[in-house]
């Protein structure tokens, strides 16, 4: 399909962006005068609880408003408005003469132009200029009507496939947790008979189990002066994995190592202010850790694998929450004195590596479909980002667009 008595404008033409301006204060309650503040978080879903902001004298969008991303890491996305004050990292588009579902399908297909273009050494931002002179080609009205109408259908089932791939990764994630916190404090034998074990955060556990404080099984390891042993970081996700760094802060890290702590192979290591989020794990190789660590050394008979498993738990995570200091969440920390007084369970050492090498045969599995999920949700969105392409620039048939 040609567009015939189709043009090129340059998008400046076609559409102009009002940035959005930083509030000059927050707030939690909703009150008159007051809308949505419109957060990337926000926008996304991934809260549905907006701080609010002072509309007058705002700039201000409603539900059927598109945003261009002006400033960070998703700078150049294009992006549903809802109805609200536009965050000053945003930019509302004010397209004229154009129906405005094709317009917002025309930004996407424009939009890995524009990110590929973005400026700034730090924080990315969109460059005005290169984004004012892309010529656009748009066809007569009823055709963007057709091709909105059409796209809006097919990005619809394909959003909806999407969500299903993303949903099962979801469960993946909560089937792996709840596989660790069973494995790690029932053992794999189903059969077992259990014992209550005294300790109300453990509950039950294998008759033939003992129960002992950490302080039985580890040591505080607080070593320091090893520049030349690696960094390491713990995360909440990845437990203990080696850090990496940019050219530009090699000096620095080299500045800072002596003071580090040494964690070595075997060891647990764990981030007193996430610990209570399970940012904890089996240090892999020796190297070094932020002081602001723990680092705790196995005894003989530990099996430091089966305790990183279970100390991400999260019963265990409750209970580290419960003996952290701090008045705020965010600021909890977890010292030594109260981690070493906790009870945890102790498997025979050879159930302790049964549980590990159980554990981790069915995480390959979940690994494994993890994987191909993830590998058919790029293709679905990289199907839909296709689509919108064909669509917009004419490269779909009348005919298709009509049967949709």
Known sequence: MSYLNSSSPRFKYVSRFQKGRIPSALFKEKAEGRQPYLSMEYLRGQTTTPEYAEAQGALCAEDSDILLLWDGSNAGEFIWAKRGVVSSTAALARPKDIQRSFFYYLCKHVEPTIRAETVGMGIPHVNGEFVDNIALSIPPLETQTKIADYLDRKTAELDQLIAAKKNLLKLLDEKKRALIARAATRGLNPDAPLKDSGIPWLGMIPEHWEVERVTN???????RGRPDLPLLVVSIHSGVTLREFSTDKIEQQAADSNT????L?????????????GAVGCVPCDGLVSPDYVVAAPSEGVCSDYYGMLFKCPRFSDESACRSHGIVWDRLRLYWDEFKDISVPVPPI?????????????????K?????????ITLLQERRTALISAAVTGKLGEEVLNAG
């Open 265 to 277: 192979k075997d060891d647990i290591s764990f981030n007193k202010m996430r610990m209570w989020q």
């Open 260 to 263: 580090y702590k040494v964690a």
């Open 217 to 223: 099984l580890f040591r505080e390891r607080d070593e």
């Open 350 to 366: 050879s159930e302790q590596r049964d549980i590990v090498d159980g554990i981790n045969k069915q995480l390959s599995q979940f």
């Open 368 to 376: 494994e479909l993890k994987s191909v999920t993830e590998k058919t």
